[in-house]
């Protein structure tokens, strides 16, 4: 099922003709602002929508109650698959992603 999720977002972004970025969820996570500004810069948004949006989307000022397990909003950190996966499962993901993985994170 996330393959063919992935398939779906990759086929949907090539075919796609006007402005569009890849973001990486680890960039957004570990510089929100400067991966927004990129984004924004790209899609030639003014950098004060850029503000308000991010002022009002960030984590601290999500009430409450729309947090958590079952919500939109759930807090995600950068690898936290490693907690919720058995290596079984990470070398079977793993493996029937790889040739998707490539497109993201492509050798240096």
Request: without cysteine; aromatic residues 10%.
């Amino acid at each position: 099922m996330y393959r063919r999720s992935v398939e779906s977002a990759w086929r949907a972004y090539d075919a796609h003709k006007g402005p569009k970025v890849l973001v990486r969820y680890e960039e957004l996570r570990a510089d929100t602002l400067g991966e927004m500004r990129r984004i924004y810069s790209v899609l030639e948004v003014p950098e004060e929508e850029l503000r308000r949006a991010v002022e009002k989307h960030s984590w601290e000022n999500v009430p409450e109650e729309e947090k958590g397990e079952g919500t939109f909003y759930r807090r995600g950190t950068p690898d936290g698959w490693k907690e919720d996966l058995t290596p079984k499962r990470v070398e079977m993901v793993e493996r029937t992603t790889a040739s998707l993985l490539e497109r993201f994170y492509p050798d240096p």
